[in-house]
């Protein structure tokens, strides 16, 4: 779950306690703050009922932006519910360096940030190293690739959606690809393409019909 972009720190604590009375019993619940808590003080708080919810992670807990590997340890040493971080933590040496620090329980990285799928992997396979799990960031089908690359992930994060709330990425892959809340299989699992290179195609229509700008780059010279 994602919180209110206001940080207030007693409506986040009660709507994770509501979701765990509701829903707890039946699936497993992460709690993402999006660095959107103010204090180190507000993200105990809001820590603690993600301990009594029994939420499974609790991810970027406040504004430190989730680049300061002192604070995350501080919070670890307060609250029980591990936590995801290195979101906006970028490339191989920057995620080693809270790895080496033990400020994350769960490491994130994302191709599309990370160096590419090639950077992506190198960090699961750090993370996988020292016996953590790593988490892939967003979907998409290099996502869905590399997670299938790997032992050490366990969630697809689908984010962003609700019911009733489509997913906000722009339906840019021809037909037989789609990131909507309805094409979750029935085992809780989504497929990964299987066709040459990330196996979906783009729908071209759509773009053109849709892009708001349009730049051309030009070779000069012997090279080709």
């Known amino acids: 779950m ?6 207030d720190p007693k409506e986040e604590a009660a709507n994770l306690l509501l979701c765990a009375r509701r829903v707890g019993d039946r699936m497993a619940l992460m709690y993402d703050a999006a660095s959107e808590l103010q204090t180190f003080a507000d993200a105990i708080y809001v820590g603690r009922a993600c301990d009594e919810g029994g939420y499974l992670w609790f991810e970027d807990p406040f504004m430190d932006a989730g680049w300061s590997p002192h604070a995350a340890r501080q919070l670890k040493e307060n609250i029980r519910t591990p936590l995801m971080l290195t979101e906006h933590v970028r490339g191989l040496e920057g995620k080693a ?10 490491i994130r990285v994302d191709p599309d940030y990370d160096m590419g799928i090639t950077g992506t992997m190198k960090t699961a396979h750090l993370a996988e190293a020292f016996g953590l799990d790593c988490e892939i960031h967003a979907a998409g089908p290099a996502q869905r690739h590399c997670m299938a690359s790997m032992r050490n992930s366990s969630w697809y994060e689908l984010s962003l959606v609700a019911p009733g709330v489509a997913n906000p ?18 085992d809780g699992c989504m497929p990964v393409p299987d066709g040459p290179g990330l196996g979906v195609d783009y729908d071209w229509d759509y773009i053109l019909a849709n892009r708001t700008a349009f730049q051309e ?8």
């Not at 990425?169 to 029935?186: H, Q, R």
Request: aromatic share 14%.
């Open 2 to 7: 994602h919180g209110w972009g206001e940080g």
């Open 97 to 106: 360096a809270w790895i080496g620090e033990r400020a994350t329980d769960y």
């Open 217 to 224: 780059f030009t070779l000069r010279g012997d090279r080709p």
């Open 169 to 186: 990425v722009p339906p840019v892959f021809g037909p037989g690809y789609s990131d909507a809340l309805e094409d979750i299989g029935a």
